[in-house]
């Protein structure tokens, strides 16, 4: 056998240590997503000397594609993962107790990546969307609504699927992480990867129409981030988060109509 390389087997020991991959996917992942919204919203709205420059390009190449698809990835990693704090400390616990499961720190990993995953190919769908809405002039180079219209546009859609049933069932089961992992658990990592996967379209089905409202207060717009972020930690977490849904879709109506008669 050939010698082993510490440094790789303290790194390897690191990423399979519960503890390390907690911090790592409830901490330093949320904050350096959050670091780079912070960095780009103030570039965008400022000297616009970096990437925002190139978002900005009215040239759809490969280059600007995928940096707006990594500007989605990265804004909904940073919106959404700490509303699926509880599940994945849940997890952690109950992949722990369970004598028949091994290296804990690699579930949870998977579990996060199958989660991750989910919002990464809503990235996909909104970059696709802001195209289209970017190519008819709905939406600015600065990526805000072209006309009052369109946010109540979009403001009405979001309102409407704040009441539908569909979104009350996806949100009582974001509401609901202990009866989901009761339902849902699946053994090893791969079982692991299937359950984040499985929690992310309950998430993505509770709130995609929310993250697009950030078409109707501008994409990089960080009043807005924050105020969706609160707005998706109050709805899961809050006491009264399952009522908030319907008062806040009634607002949403409401403000859209509005906006259309003023």
Partial sequence: MGAVNPRAFRLETALEHERVVLAAVLIVIPAACWTWIVVMARDMYGPMTGASAWMMSLDWDARRVALLWA?????????????????????????????DERRPGLRIHALVGGYLLVWGVFSVAATWLQRILATRLLLTPMMEPAAPAAGAVVLLLAGLYQLTPLKRVCLASCRAPIAFLTQKWRPGVPGALRMGIAHGVYCLGCCWAMMLLLFAGGVMNLAVIVALTAWVLVEKLAPFGQQSARVSGALLIGFSVWMMLR
């Avoid at 959404?80 to 004598?99: G, K, V, W």
């Fill in 71 to 99: 500007m989605w990835a990265v804004m909904m990693a940073g919106m959404m993962l700490p509303s699926a704090t509880p599940i994945i400390l849940l997890y952690a616990r109950a992949a722990r107790a369970r004598e």
